[in-house]
């Protein structure tokens, strides 16, 4: 049997470094290249983390290479969210009807240094890093790396993009004239700040994510192993209740005094926080095609990056490697084949998912604190307990099933309408009701 040639993916972040491991299984010699240095042994980046929910879809990946029970050894399970009001109690709604099934609260950093431990403990997959890549041909191959040394030039066979939503492979294409691309992005930012550990312990419940939604903006709360929690402010990037708005130490104190007074005495460094955290950019990536010629390939965020709202841009991206997984295993390993089969069968899910993120941005923003969302979650999970398997809400299928994204949007639109029919005919009955008793009174 013949060596395979080397395949290159772009990227050794959380999809790239899953995916070296998924294609040394299947005997591929890797190129894994990445621009940073090694993320194990240099800076964290202040600011940047913003916390994983990993859930089934992540698992499931995850399990496929014998890494889950490590992964999961430092993640903290988080069964519902916690809403904090501006006044009042803090109210906590279980994600699934049984309260028992919980999203996983999970260090971006640790995840990736666990999978890049994996990767590069495999015999056919060597790291690069330091390697920005400046120069593509996607008829060959060829690739041009700047580097601390200088440039760098490398082949291969097949080379995969899993660089984020800032892609330079991606880009590289565009610069061919090979795929058109869309950005679009909310006129909103990401802020982090730190609650420390109180008296050695939790300040907040670590078993909930924690939400302030305050209707034009909102803050999340996502507990860490060492008894912190990874707040994240999502406001608007213009106006008088954006980032900007807010210059002196003093108006940061008496924002947050009047808009999240619960958090002010848990967050001493609130002021050096907010003034030196850098304010991220919130948007959606969208591409066409993810492949060309059956010799470049994007995956994750490269192909389609969403917003953070359902928790679900990792578990996407791991759920990606998975189904190219299993289109080579359809194909024979015959990339020409497996790469279009690929987009065909993710390009829905990925638009599905997408579109459900920037929906639930909504509802954790506006909606969640509202009697009314209250009371549809608590007829929600009636119909749950009452057609178990029948009915499942739109938040399980997500984040508890590997339902794919396309199918969960078709079957919950079909859920409201068998309901939504129910409902109708048993208000026309109730009315068909009335009627007859008024008739019957009136003999």
């Not at 030196?276 to 965020?301: I, S, Y």
Request: net charge neutral; glycine share 10%.
């Amino acid at each position: 049997m013949t060596e395979p040639d080397e395949i290159a993916v772009v990227g050794a972040g959380l999809a790239g470094c899953l995916l070296a491991c998924f294609l040394a299984r299947r005997g591929y010699p890797v190129a894994l290249y990445e621009r940073r240095p090694d993320p194990r042994t240099g800076r964290v980046e202040r600011g940047r983390s913003i916390n994983l929910a990993l859930s089934e879809r992540g698992l499931d990946a995850l399990r496929r290479i014998d890494l889950d029970k490590q992964v999961m050894a430092d993640a903290l399970p988080m069964r519902g969210r916690m809403v904090h009001p501006v006044t009042g109690e803090p109210e906590f709604q279980p994600y699934s009807v049984t309260g028992d099934r919980a999203i996983n609260s999970i260090s971006r950093g640790a995840l990736n240094n666990a999978l890049l431990d994996a990767a590069t403990a495999l015999p056919r997959v060597r790291v690069a890093f330091d390697h920005r890549l400046v120069g593509l041909d996607p008829a060959t191959g060829a690739m041009t790396f700047e580097t601390p040394q200088g440039t760098v030039a490398a082949s291969a066979s097949v080379v995969l993009g899993t660089d984020g939503a800032g892609s330079a492979v991606r880009g590289q294409l565009l610069g061919h004239g090979l795929l058109t691309e869309s950005l679009d992005f909310l006129d909103y930012g990401y802020k982090e700040l730190t609650v420390p550990p109180r008296d050695g312990d939790f300040a907040l419940d670590p078993a909930a994510l924690h939400i302030w939604p305050r209707g034009t903006s909102m803050m999340i709360a996502l507990p860490n192993p060492d008894r912190s929690f990874t707040c994240t402010l999502f406001w608007p990037t213009h106006g008088t209740e954006s980032f900007a708005s807010l210059g002196s130490p003093a108006a940061i104190v008496r924002h947050f005094a009047q808009h999240y007074p619960d958090v002010v005495p848990l967050a001493p460094d609130l002021v050096d926080d907010y003034q030196h955290n850098p304010v991220g950019v919130l948007g959606t990536v969208r591409c066409d095609p993810w492949q060309v010629g059956g010799t470049v390939g994007l995956l994750g965020d490269a192909a389609h990056a969403i917003v953070p709202f359902y928790g679900q841009g990792a578990n996407c991206a791991f759920e990606d490697v998975v189904a190219l997984d299993g289109c080579l295993d359809e194909c024979g390993d015959d990339w020409s084949a497996a790469l279009p089969l690929f987009q065909r069968r993710r390009q829905p899910d990925a638009e599905a998912i997408a579109r459900m993120a920037l929906a639930n941005f909504v509802e954790m923003r506006d909606r969640v604190a509202s009697p009314v969302f209250r009371a549809r979650k608590r007829v929600e999970h009636a119909l749950e307990r009452a057609l178990p398997g029948r009915y499942v809400s739109q938040y399980e299928l997500v984040s508890f099933s590997t339902t794919p994204y396309a199918q969960v949007r078709r079957r919950v639109r079909r859920q409201y309408q068998v309901v939504g029919a129910v409902a109708a005919g048993a208000v026309a009955a109730l009315a068909g009701a009335a009627v007859a008793i008024g008739r019957g009174g009136r003999r």
